[in-house]
């Protein structure tokens, strides 16, 4: 009988000391459009230059996971280049290596849910996502991206829109998908 009021004791306790934990993280899960898997560098560099991206246009990756792309656009394009990024530690990573970078006075790294950003200053849009991701994105892009927005998707595409280009690369023998969309303008 002691053995068990224990047993049940210890049960409760873990249950009160984890249920915050887990409720937190179970909700950045369910907000969790894709899981941390980062572009290829040069998949990067096709993607910015396929939308033309220069010092005239702001970048938001929606999803950015370690800045790569951020850092890309404002090093080596002299873009402004805003990050969108659910998870606090690759929030941090990303600004650390925007800082590490030199481009901390053209980036900017938002720790939220992409769904609740405002992408209206966007005139480039790069994803990487997942299939349902880009379904559940769309009418956020349709609804606040300006006519002539590039939105640029590594490996799936958007369904419903009809892409401007598709390009192929290779990179370790693994072949990458870009596909390139431009908002049209509003009816
Ligand atoms: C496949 S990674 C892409 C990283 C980077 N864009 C790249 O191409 O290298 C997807 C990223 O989206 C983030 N993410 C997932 N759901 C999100 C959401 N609802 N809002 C913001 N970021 C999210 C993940 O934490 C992850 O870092």
Redesign the pocket.
């Known amino acids: 009988m002691k053995i068990f009021i224990q047993t049940i004791a210890i049960a409760l306790f873990a249950l009160l000391v984890c249920a915050p934990a887990y409720s937190q993280h179970g909700q950045d899960m369910k907000?969790?459009?894709?899981?941390?898997?980062?572009?290829p560098h040069n998949v990067?560099e096709r993607m910015l230059e396929l939308c033309g991206v220069d010092g005239s246009k702001t970048v938001y990756?929606?999803?950015?996971?370690?800045g790569?792309?951020l850092v890309a656009a404002a090093k080596k394009h002299g873009a402004h280049a805003v990050g969108?990024?659910?998870?606090p530690k690759?929030a941090q990573v990303a600004t650390d290596s925007a800082v590490a970078a030199g481009v901390q006075d053209r980036v900017r790294v938002l720790q939220?849910?992409?769904?609740d950003a405002d992408l209206s200053g966007a005139d480039v849009v790069?994803l990487?996502?997942i299939s349902e991701a880009n379904v559940r994105l769309r009418p956020k892009l349709e609804k606040e991206l300006r006519p002539g927005a590039c939105v640029v998707s590594?490996d799936f595409e958007i369904e419903g829109w009809k892409p401007r280009k598709v390009e192929k690369i290779m990179v370790y023998q693994r072949p990458h998908s870009i596909y390139v969309y431009r908002i049209s303008a509003k009816k």
């Open positions: 907000k969790s459009l894709a899981p941390y898997v980062t572009s990067v990756d929606l999803g950015c996971g370690d790569r792309i969108v990024e659910l998870s690759w939220q849910d992409m769904m790069t990487y996502l590594h």
